[in-house]
């Protein structure tokens, strides 16, 4: 049984479709890329995926079970890294995710563990609108993984850091995938799903175009990268 299953997902928004038939699998363990430009339905395809709207059509099984409608039990064993204007207002680092632990029940010995684990035991006392956007990235994935979950989701956690603080977040997420966890995430960089991912979905315009593993698709479309990929299956440049 995989880690995830999609069978024909579909979202509409008045004329647009968001996500027009979306269908993959995800292994357990298995570091996976949702990509493509601005627009494509990513984010869309990621909140049906987590349960988080209805959709139009399809369906999504999260470890054998449906994401919709919401179960409980199942939420608990899914980590989803909301944008960091979701925190509670005012609260310092580690009230943050001392809230968070304390909303699943969570020790807060291990809510202060997450937060050496992201980096930020000396940002604890820091109140989250004076963190920079990449600590504010990392408390985020904190909060998400302070409950130990089997399934991790992120929706562009890289976006609008610096260089530095992108490398740094990179290896973060990778020891979070290589302590067995399946983690699918979302991006508009093709250069780091490519280093990052062990297969990455190519989205434009809310249909999958390709599945595969990076370095297989690059081969077998005879280019150079991600974005030429892009460029041979659309026939347009890719465009952050
Ligand atoms: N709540 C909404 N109401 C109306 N239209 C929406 C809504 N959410 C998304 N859309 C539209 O659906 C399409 C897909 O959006 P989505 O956010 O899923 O794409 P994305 O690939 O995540 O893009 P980005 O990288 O910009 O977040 C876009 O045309 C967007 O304008």
């Known amino acids: 049984m995989p880690a995830i299953a999609v069978e024909g997902l579909r979202k509409r928004y008045g004329e647009v479709r968001a996500v027009d038939g979306v269908t993959f699998e995800v292994a357990h363990g298995e570091f996976y890329g949702i990509l493509g430009p601005n627009g494509a339905g990513k984010t869309t395809t990621l909140e049906l995926v987590e349960g988080l709207r209805e959709p139009d059509e399809g369906s999504a099984r999260l470890l054998g079970q449906p994401s919709w409608p919401r179960d409980p039990k199942l939420l608990r064993r899914i980590g989803v890294q909301l944008q960091a204007s979701a925190f509670f207002e005012k609260l310092t680092a580690r009230e943050q995710i001392?809230?968070?632990a304390a909303l699943y029940g969570v020790p807060a010995k291990r809510a202060d563990?997450?937060?050496e684990t992201v980096g930020l035991t000396e940002?604890?006392?820091?109140?989250?609108?004076?963190?920079?956007g990449g600590q504010a990235q990392r408390l985020s994935i904190a909060c998400a993984l302070v409950h130990d979950p089997e399934l991790v989701f992120l929706d562009e956690p890289t976006t609008g850091l610096d260089p530095q603080a992108r490398r740094n977040l990179w290896d973060l997420l990778r020891a979070i995938n290589a302590q067995g966890r399946t983690v699918v995430l979302t991006t508009h960089y093709l250069d780091e799903a490519e280093i990052l991912c062990d297969r990455v979905a190519i989205m434009d315009a809310g249909r999958i175009l390709r599945v595969g593993v990076p370095s297989e698709l690059i081969a077998e479309l005879g280019v150079k990268n991600l974005e030429d990929v892009?460029?041979?299956l659309t026939g347009r440049e890719y465009r952050e």
């Open 98 to 100: 001392h809230t968070f």
């Open 113 to 115: 563990e997450m937060l």
């Open 123 to 132: 940002k604890a006392g820091t109140r989250d609108d004076k963190l920079s």
């Open 230 to 232: 892009f460029l041979q």
